[in-house]
C-alpha cells in the first residue's frame, strides 16, 4: 500500500513515510524550478517519495500516437529522453484520457510493451495533463517492479501533482506559442511593405520597420533618438497639420490620414506620406503607420503643370490662330470674318474655297474658335496627304487583325475628333470609294471600323477645304455630286491676295516684324520701293509665298530699313514668251497689268497645247500649275475655248 495519514512504514518499494512527507517532498524539490528543471525535479522527487523506480512526464511528439519524455527517471538518476508510439502500451489508455492504474500484471496485459518486459515492470500508474480547456497535453507516469497499491487518497495526490505538471507543461506551451507569435508579428513589423515606426509623444522613435528606414533614408544605428519632427519639411501647412494630430495625440485619441512633406535623412530628398497614429494605453508611446503617397503627389503636380501649360498653349493658339487676330482690314477679308462670325456658332458644315497658302486651315480654326465645340479638339486630315491603301483606316480606324499590319486597335480621326471638329483639307483629293463612305458618315452619324462588329456613333462637325474647283469635279464625275451638296451647306471663298491689294503693306510689317523678332534682326520699316514693289506682284501663291518671300528678305536685309530686291520679286510687267514644241516662239506680247500678264500666259499655253489642258503635254503641265487650279483661273480670267477651234 502506499503510505497514509494513520500508518507509517515501507509500503512502496520499502520507502517509509506518509503521503504529507511525500506531497512535501515534492512540492519542496520542484518549487523553484521551471521548465526541463521543473520536470525533472518532479519525476525525481515523485519517484522517490512513491517509492517506484521509474518515472516520465511525456508529450505528444508530433501525433496523438506518438510521445516523447521530458523527463525521465530510472532508478537512481535523469536518464536521456526517449520516444515512442503509443500502441500497446499502458500509456495508451492515459493518453485516451483516463487515469489508468494497473497495480500488478501489467507485463502480462501488455506483451507488445517490449520496454516494459525487459524492465520487469509489475505495476503501473498513469494520469492525462491537460490544459486549461481539458484537452491532453500529455501524461505523467510511474511504474515499478513490485506491486502498487490503489488506494484513493494516494492517487488523489499523485493527480495533484500531474495537475502541477499540466500547468507547467501548458505554461511552456504558451511561452512557446508567445515566442512564435512575437517572432511573426516582428516578422511582419520588419518585413511589412508599409513604413511602421514606434515612438514616443515626442516623435523620438523607438523602432521602425525596414520599410520605415528605407522610406525615411534611416540606418537601423540612426533609429533610436531620432525626432519624426526633425525630418518634416519646414513650411505652414506641415506645421498646421502636425499641431492638430499631436494634440489629437496627446489627448490619447487617433489621427489618420494626415499628409506631410518629409525630408530623407540621409539625403535630404522630398518624400511626401500619409501617417496615422495611435497612442499606447500607457499614454507615452505611439505606433504610427506611414505611407509613401510621393508618386502620387509629384503625378498630380505633373498633372497640374501640364494643365497649365496645355491652358497657357491653347491662350496662345487662341491669340495667334484667332480670327480676330487675322492680320487685313480690307473689305474683301471683312467679308469673309463675317462669314466666319455668322456660321461659328452654328453645326453647319462649311465648304472653305480658295487658292492655295490662302489661309484656308486658318479659317477652319477660326470657325471652331467661336463654335459650341471650342473646347474640344480640331482635328485635321489632309485628304491628299493620305497613304491610298491606308485613308479608311485613318479617317475610321480599324480593329486588331483587321488586315495584314494591324496588330493592334487604331481610333480613327473621326473619333478623335468625337464631340469638336474635323477640318478635311484638299477634300477634292479624296478617292470616290472614300467619298460614299464619308456621305455615310455626315449622313447618319456613324462609322465602321475596319474589321468592326458595327457601327459607331460619333458627333462631329464638318469643315471642307480645296483648291480645286469642286463643282467642274462634279460635272467631270470626280467628285460625288450629293457629297459635295452635303458639304457646301455655308460656301466662304477666300480670296486670293492680288484680291486684298490693301491688306499687303499690313501684311508685309506683320511677317517683317515677327521674322525679325524671330531672326534677332534690327529691322525697324519697310522702303517705299519694296512696298510697291508688292503691292503689284500677282502672288501666285498668296499669303503662305509672301511669308515665305518675308523671311528670305529679312535673312538678307542688310540694314534696318527692310528691301525685297528685283531677284527675289519681279515686279513690272514683261514680255511673255511661250515655246512651241519645236523650240520657236509661239507667242509674243507685252502687258499692262499683272492680270493681262497672266491671261497671255495661259492663252499661249492653251493655244501651244490645242487647249488641251491636263496631261504631259497638257497647258497645266507647262504652266506649272495643277490642272484644277488652271481650270479656276481660266474661269476668273473668262477664258473659255474658242468656237472655231475643233481640234
Excluded at 536518464?79 to 497495480?103: M, R, S, Y
Excluded at 491669340?319 to 469673309?336: H, M, Q, S, W, Y
Amino acid at each position: 500500500m502506499f503510505p497514509n495519514e494513520s500508518q507509517a512504514g515501507p509500503q512502496i518499494g520499502g520507502i517509509p513515510g506518509d503521503e504529507f512527507a511525500a506531497l512535501r517532498a515534492i512540492v519542496e524539490g520542484t518549487a523553484e524550478a521551471t521548465g526541463e528543471k521543473f520536470f525533472q525535479a518532479l519525476v525525481e522527487h515523485l519517484a522517490q517519495a512513491l517509492g517506484v523506480s521509474y518515472a516520465f512526464v511525456a508529450e505528444f511528439a508530433g501525433a496523438k500516437t506518438r510521445v516523447r519524455t521530458l523527463a525521465y527517471w530510472t532508478k537512481d538518476r535523469i536518464a536521456e529522453n526517449v520516444e515512442f508510439d503509443l500502441e500497446g502500451t499502458p500509456c495508451q489508455d492515459v493518453i485516451g484520457g483516463k487515469l489508468c492504474h494497473h497495480p500488478t500484471g501489467v507485463q502480462r496485459r501488455f506483451p507488445a510493451d517490449h520496454a516494459l518486459v525487459d524492465l520487469g515492470i509489475e505495476s503501473y500508474l498513469g494520469v492525462p495533463l491537460r490544459d486549461s480547456r481539458g484537452e491532453v497535453l500529455g501524461h505523467l507516469a510511474v511504474f515499478h517492479e513490485q506491486a502498487m497499491s490503489s488506494e484513493p487518497r494516494q492517487l488523489s495526490i499523485f493527480q495533484i501533482f500531474a495537475a502541477r505538471a499540466a500547468a507547467e507543461l501548458n505554461r511552456l506551451r504558451m511561452e512557446q506559442m508567445l515566442k512564435q507569435s512575437e517572432q511573426r508579428y516582428r516578422d511582419l513589423f520588419d518585413e511589412a511593405p508599409i513604413a511602421y515606426v514606434y515612438e514616443d509623444t515626442d516623435t523620438r522613435f523607438v523602432s521602425v520597420n525596414q520599410a520605415g528606414m528605407k522610406l525615411l533614408g534611416l540606418k537601423p544605428e540612426d533609429v533610436p533618438g531620432t525626432v519624426g519632427w526633425s525630418l518634416v519639411a519646414k513650411n505652414e501647412k506641415n506645421e498646421e497639420q502636425l499641431a492638430a494630430a499631436f494634440k489629437d495625440i496627446q489627448q490619447g485619441k487617433e489621427r489618420g490620414l494626415v499628409e506631410l512633406e518629409l525630408r530623407r535623412k540621409d539625403d535630404g530628398r522630398p518624400v511626401w506620406v500619409q501617417f496615422w497614429s495611435r497612442p499606447e494605453p500607457d499614454g507615452k508611446h505611439t505606433r504610427t503607420m506611414i505611407i509613401d503617397i510621393t508618386d502620387r503627389v509629384l503625378a498630380e503636380r505633373e498633372k497640374t503643370r501640364l494643365q497649365q501649360q496645355n491652358a497657357y498653349l491653347q491662350e496662345e493658339i487662341k491669340a495667334t490662330l484667332n480670327f480676330d487676330e487675322i492680320v487685313g482690314r480690307g473689305p474683301a477679308l471683312a467679308a469673309v470674318l463675317e462669314h466666319v462670325r455668322a456660321v461659328g456658332p452654328t453645326d453647319a458644315s462649311v465648304l472653305v474655297t480658295g487658292e492655295t497658302g490662302t489661309g484656308k486651315e486658318l479659317i477652319a480654326r477660326a470657325i471652331h474658335s467661336v463654335s459650341r465645340r471650342k473646347e474640344k479638339p480640331l482635328i485635321k486630315v489632309n485628304c491628299a496627304a493620305l497613304p491610298a491603301g491606308l485613308v479608311e483606316s485613318e479617317l475610321f480606324g480599324h480593329e486588331k487583325g483587321a488586315f495584314t499590319g494591324a496588330i493592334s486597335r487604331r481610333v480613327g480621326r473621326f473619333e478623335l475628333a468625337d464631340g469638336g471638329t474635323i477640318f478635311l483639307d484638299e477634300i477634292g483629293e479624296l478617292p470616290l470609294e472614300m467619298q460614299a463612305k464619308l456621305l455615310r458618315v455626315l449622313q447618319e452619324g456613324e462609322i465602321d471600323r475596319l474589321g468592326g462588329k458595327g457601327p459607331v456613333e460619333v458627333d462631329v462637325r464638318v469643315i471642307a477645304a480645296t483648291n480645286r474647283d469642286l463643282a467642274q469635279a462634279v460635272r467631270d464625275k470626280t467628285f460625288r455630286e450629293d457629297l459635295y451638296y452635303r458639304l457646301n451647306v455655308f460656301p466662304i471663298r477666300l480670296p486670293a491676295l492680288r484680291e486684298r491689294k490693301d491688306d499687303i503693306p499690313l501684311l508685309a510689317s506683320y511677317f517683317a516684324m515677327r521674322f525679325a523678332t524671330r531672326l534677332g534682326k534690327p529691322i525697324d520699316g519697310i522702303g517705299e520701293e519694296t512696298l510697291e514693289r508688292l503691292a503689284t506682284y500677282a502672288w501666285p501663291g498668296n499669303i503662305r509665298e509672301m511669308e515665305n518671300i518675308m523671311e528670305r528678305a529679312v535673312i538678307l536685309s542688310p540694314g534696318m530699313l527692310l528691301e525685297v530686291s528685283q531677284d527675289m520679286l519681279p515686279t513690272e510687267a514683261a514680255a511673255m514668251t511661250v515655246e512651241t514644241a519645236a523650240g520657236e516662239p509661239a507667242v509674243s506680247r507685252t502687258a499692262t497689268d499683272l492680270e493681262s500678264v497672266q491671261r497671255v500666259h495661259i492663252v499661249a499655253a492653251l493655244e501651244q497645247t490645242k487647249w488641251l489642258i491636263e496631261g504631259p503635254r497638257g497647258a497645266a503641265q507647262i504652266l506649272g500649275l495643277h490642272p484644277n487650279t488652271l481650270r479656276s483661273r481660266m474661269k476668273k480670267l473668262g477664258l473659255t475655248r474658242p468656237a472655231h477651234d475643233g481640234s
